[in-house]
């Protein structure tokens, strides 16, 4: 019975890992002409991730967290020229949620500040979203939302190529295990 719970264990992370797998396997991001960094986009993630991002529950929780950490609050001192700046590779959290979306046309002043007095070439709704205050950036947008999903997909794929590694080493204890008992049963069985 011992071996059985072990091995259901060894299936459920192989399905925990699949899933994982499944779900953040679309946004690979997109290259902006100029730009070292990709911008991301909701719609390239899976239906059921971006769901969950666009629950607003959910988003509010994860906005918070956004607004207090330092990925927008430290740009600045990060990138102190404006040249600095735009030859950084920036973060999908920093690409997305610090900035508005490239095709908005808005000239950055610095790392944290974009000239807003000039009108979005651009129909997307971000660029309408985009504010200069800490605490709104483009925390609304949905490119933060594909930003922090890009982020979790990362993180993600390190914890299912653990999970995987974790289900070779326990597959192999398992069979090692069922062969053990096996020969023990077969010594005890000629005695």
């Not at 899933?19 to 991001?29: D, H, K, L, P, Y």
């Not at 001192?77 to 920093?94: D, F, G, M, N, V």
């Not at 299912?160 to 590694?165: D, L, M, R, S, T």
Request: proline content about 3%.
């Amino acid at each position: 019975h011992r071996f059985t719970s072990a091995h259901e264990f060894d299936l459920a992370q192989f399905f925990a890992f699949t899933c994982r797998f499944i779900v953040t396997n679309n946004g690979s991001g997109h290259s902006i002409a100029g730009l070292r960094y990709k911008e991301y986009q909701l719609q390239d993630y899976s239906p059921w991730f971006v769901k969950q991002l666009n629950n607003t529950h959910n988003w509010k929780h994860l906005q918070s967290c956004l607004v207090k950490s330092d990925d927008c609050k430290n740009l600045y001192k990060k990138y102190k020229t404006l040249k600095q700046y735009k030859l950084a590779k920036l973060t999908p959290i920093e690409a997305g949620c610090c900035r508005p979306p490239s095709e908005c046309g808005y000239p950055a002043v610095n790392a944290s500040y974009y000239d807003m007095s000039f009108h979005p070439v651009s129909s997307n709704k971000d660029c309408k979203l985009y504010k200069n205050a800490r605490d709104i950036k483009c925390y609304n947008c949905d490119s933060c939302k594909a930003g922090v999903a890009q982020y979790m997909k990362t993180e993600w794929r390190v914890v299912a190529i653990f999970n995987v590694a974790l289900f070779v080493v326990l597959s192999m204890i398992y069979f090692v295990g069922c062969c053990a008992r096996r020969n023990a049963a077969t010594v005890r069985s000629k005695d």
